[in-house]
């Protein structure tokens, strides 16, 4: 049977709740099929915050002037078959670690890359929080281009009580089964409505700011995501309704930058 690998990005500092969570489903997925676990400890890793240049959007991310492990955090990440994002809720978000984890990664969001990954998201907290940040880290995940397969939101409070325990067993099986079943579909999902808009959105932008994002537009023309014929990232069947609502907001996008581009230069 061939091993799934999977690569959690482990937003908590410390072996708590969160891990726990995270062991209880590598032990409903090995149940599922063959699967080899690896945490990527954030508050471990060399990993500084952004200094907020920009210097990636614009020019590459291999123009980032720190010198860390975020290029091999992101070579970890392609390794993978599967990612699991994994944080508590802290102050009603995701922890620092993790947040700056996706901050030095946010070009990403400009030039997405994780095509063939599914991503699994997983939050705990103390009473709530936990479905704001599910939200947040499936609309990340998305925007770099996971196929999101499965989450849990789970209530982990000191000491649980046995419902919530059980309840929590049940969204990690749940969860589990949602992941492994991704992960034995080597084909991918059609892209929702949103998937599709932000597709046509961005392919606006970028192709009228190339002057602003070069490395974008770049990486875009590259990919052939400018072409006529392209409809979505990857050659999946796009939803006809779908297709057409993006066409009418990548015009949108595009009437209103040309407009605000114009404004920008003096012009009428
Ligand atoms: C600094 C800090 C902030 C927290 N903020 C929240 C919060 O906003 N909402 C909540 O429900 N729980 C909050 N909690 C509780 C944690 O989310 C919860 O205990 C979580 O399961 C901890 O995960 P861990 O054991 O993996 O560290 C907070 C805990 C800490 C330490």
Not at 82 to 96: I, K, Q, R
Not at 155 to 184: C, Q, W, Y
Not at 201 to 216: C, I, K, L, Y
Not at 222 to 236: I, L, S
């Amino acid at each position: 049977m061939i091993q799934k690998k999977i690569l959690v990005i482990m937003g908590s500092p410390r072996k708590g709740n969160t891990y726990r969570a995270c062991e209880e489903l590598r032990g409903a997925m090995e149940k599922e099929l063959a699967v080899e676990f690896e945490y990527l400890w954030l508050a471990d890793a060399d990993l500084l915050p952004c200094r907020g240049c920009g210097a990636c959007f614009v020019n590459g991310e291999d123009r980032c002037p720190i010198r860390d492990d975020a290029a091999l955090i992101v070579q970890k990440m392609q390794e993978a078959d599967g990612v699991v994002f994994a944080s508590p809720v802290y102050g009603m978000n995701v922890t620092g670690q993790m947040k700056i984890f996706i901050d030095r990664l946010s070009y990403t969001f400009h030039r997405p890359q994780f095509f063939e990954k599914k991503a699994l998201l997983l939050a705990t907290a103390g009473m709530l929080g936990h479905g704001d940040v599910l939200k947040y880290l499936g609309m990340v995940a998305r925007q770099w281009g996971f196929e999101v397969a499965g989450s849990a939101g789970l209530v982990t409070p000191d000491p649980l009580p046995p419902h919530r325990a059980s309840k929590n067993r049940e969204m990690i099986t749940r969860a589990a089964a949602d992941f492994a079943g991704a992960l034995r579909r080597p084909a991918r999902r059609s892209p929702g409505l949103w998937d599709v808009v932000m597709f046509h959105g961005q392919r606006a932008a970028f192709s009228n700011m190339e002057s602003v994002f070069p490395a974008d537009h770049r990486y875009w023309t590259e990919k052939g995501w400018f072409g006529r014929d392209a409809r979505y990232f990857v050659d999946v069947p796009v939803n006809p309704l779908y297709h057409a609502i993006g066409i009418f907001v990548g015009w949108l996008s595009t009437r209103q930058m040309r407009k605000d581009l114009l404004a920008e230069g003096g012009g009428p």
